[in-house]
């Protein structure tokens, strides 16, 4: 069992500022889990931001993320990071991160989540 907890939101930001969520791991070891970031907004299925492999150097990024985002990880403090610059309102969404066995783009393919922290870019 791996318990998550998401950090770094919960403000607002304006188009082209700067974000970095922390996403802090307890209970298992944590590099033996790929590590997720995903984005959520309300009547919208969980979507894919990007993946990190088990110590770090396998990434994956959505394109509209692409060049933007940057995920991270931290083994030995047991946080996977993302750092989001040039933010576009678009991207305004609770953000989770999850925990899973396999590289995946896909939400159902990650064991644990975070409760997400919500992140709101104004235009």
């Known amino acids: 069992q791996v318990q998550l907890v998401e950090s770094g939101g919960g403000g607002l930001v304006q188009a082209g500022g700067s974000l970095r969520l922390s996403c802090a791991a307890s209970?298992?070891?944590?590099?033996?889990?790929?590590m997720g970031w995903f984005r959520q907004v309300p009547g919208k299925e969980r979507e894919f931001v990007s993946a990190i492999s088990r110590i770090g150097v396998t990434t994956a990024y959505a394109d509209s993320v692409k060049g933007r985002f940057t995920i991270s990880r931290d083994n030995a403090k047991n946080t996977v990071y993302l750092q989001m610059n040039s933010l576009k309102p678009e991207d305004t969404a609770v953000y989770y991160c999850?925990?899973?066995?396999?590289?995946?783009?896909?939400?159902?393919?990650?064991?644990?989540w975070g409760q997400g922290t919500q992140v709101t870019v104004s235009s």
């Open positions: 999850g925990a899973g066995r396999l590289t995946s783009l896909t939400w159902r393919e990650y064991d644990y």
């Open positions: 209970g298992d070891t944590f590099s033996r889990y790929v």
